[in-house]
């Protein structure tokens, strides 16, 4: 799997790099998934993209549909311990938000005091920090996350289908 927009970075693997496994790994794999844009790596890719679906309460007590969101809340403080914290911040810009970034490292140990601010603006989250967050006291009740599905690309079907044949799986 690879972030479509940022690709291999540098091709370092970690820390030095975003990469979890060196290059030469892709010619052992049957299917690369490229999350948000095709990266021309492989012949063997396919596209996946995120598809936001609402806001939900970390707290689990409301949601609400994203253009309803919008409509309330312009601006907010946008809260993200992932691989790409501006990727996060570009989407809710494109649902139309005005998102302040505050970025973690990934797999960030929250201790909650990264969703407290001096304003009124609302905090959304990745649903991946939310499930860190939910476990914590004191997360205020204006901390959302962006409830996301996944949609692949044309082909892919046929693609996984394929693939479950050659390896004696299914029918």
């Known amino acids: 799997m690879f972030d479509g927009y940022r690709g291999v970075g540098n ?3 970690l820390p030095a790099g975003p990469l979890r496994e060196p ?14 844009a095709l990266t021309g ?19 689990g007590t409301g949601r609400m549909d994203c253009d309803a969101f919008v409509r309330m809340h312009r601006e ?11 990727r996060f911040s570009h989407t809710l810009r494109e649902l139309g938000l005005e998102p302040q970034l505050h970025p973690l490292p990934d797999h960030h140990r929250y201790r909650g005091d990264e969703v407290l601010f001096d304003d009124d603006w609302p905090v959304v989250v990745t649903e991946k920090d939310a499930t860190k967050l ?14 996301i599905d996944t949609a ?3 082909g892919t079907e ?14």
Request: net charge negative; charged share 20%.
């Open 76 to 86: 907010v403080h946008a809260v993200a311990g992932i691989g790409n914290p501006s």
């Open 41 to 59: 790596l492989a012949d063997n890719e396919i596209l996946m993209q995120a598809e936001p679906r609402a806001f939900v309460r970390v707290s």
């Open 158 to 171: 046929e693609k996984l289908q394929e693939l479950l044949r050659v390896h004696g799986i299914g029918s």
């Open 11 to 13: 091709g370092l693997c």
């Open 23 to 36: 290059l030469s790994r892709l010619q052992g794999v049957d299917l690369v998934v490229a999350n948000g």
């Open 134 to 147: 939910r476990s914590l006291a004191g997360v205020p009740e204006n901390c959302w996350y962006l409830e």
């Open 152 to 154: 692949m690309g044309p």
